[in-house]
C-alpha cells in the first residue's frame, strides 16, 4: 500500500510532483478525469474484484457524508468519474486495511486535495460500457446457457443496449428468470410478471421525484426503496393467499 507523503518544496521529488499536468482547483486526484460518465453498476463493476461487498447504498452513505460525491444529472442520478473511482478505492481501502473512521479518511483527503501531502496515481482507462456484457458472459455470470439469455430476453425480462450487450445488473434478472422458467412456467408469465414489476417501478419512482427536485436525495431514496419493498411483500402475500386457499 502506498502511503501518504508531505511536500517538502525544498525536495526534487516535490518538483517533480509538482511539474505534473495537474488542475489545482479540482478534488484529488487532479490528474485523471472528472468528466461524469460513469453510473453506478458502472462504478459497482470497475471495483467488484477489489470490493466485491460494495453496494449502492454503501455509496450514497460515502455521498452523503462528503468523501465520494459524485455529479448529479438533470433527473438527480449519480453520476462518477474516473476521479470518484480513485477516490473512492483510497476511501475503501483505509477502512479496509487500516480501520480508519470516516473522519481521519476525509481529513487524508483533505490534505490531499489541498497539496499538502502527495500520492501517485497511474492513469486507469475508464470506459463508459465498463459494466456491459456481451450474452456469453452475461450467460457465464448468471450460470445459465446463452439460449436462456435469448429466450429471457424474448420475454421482455431484459433488453440489449446494442449488438448482444446487456447491462451488468441484467445479471441478477436473468438467475431469477432462469429459476423460474425451470419450475415449468411459460415465458409469457414471466413477461408479465416483467410488465407488472416495471409498473410498480415506475410508480415508486413518480413517488420519490417531489423529494428529488427538491435537492432532498437521501429521503427520495428512502421513499423509492420503501415502496419498492411494500410492492414485492404485497406481491408475495397476494400470491401465497392464493396458494393457500
Sequence with gaps: MTALRAIDP?????RESRAEPTDPGLAW???????????????LAHVAREFPA????????????????????????????AADIERLRFVLRRQRDEYLPLQAIASQLADLDAGRVHQSVGPRAVAENASQLTAGQLAQA???TTEVVDEL??????????????????VPLVSAGAAYLETGADPRSLGALARA????????????????????????DAVLRERADAAVALFSACVHAQIDR
Design 10 to 14: 525544498r525536495s526534487e521529488s516535490s
Design 142 to 144: 448468471a450460470g445459465v
Design 54 to 81: 460494495l453496494t449502492p447504498s454503501k455509496l450514497r452513505f460515502l455521498d452523503a457524508n462528503g468523501l465520494v460525491t459524485p455529479h448529479r444529472s438533470g433527473g438527480g442520478y449519480r453520476l462518477y468519474s
Design 153 to 170: 430476453e424474448r420475454a421482455g425480462l431484459i433488453r440489449s443496449t446494442g449488438p448482444a450487450r446487456y447491462e451488468h445488473d441484467c
Design 197 to 220: 414489476a416495471g409498473r410498480e417501478a415506475d410508480l415508486a419512482r413518480d413517488a420519490a421525484r417531489p423529494r428529488r427536485e427538491r435537492g432532498d436525495d437521501r429521503s427520495a
Design 29 to 43: 486526484p487532479q490528474q485523471l478525469s472528472h468528466e461524469p460518465v460513469l453510473r453506478v453498476s458502472d462504478v
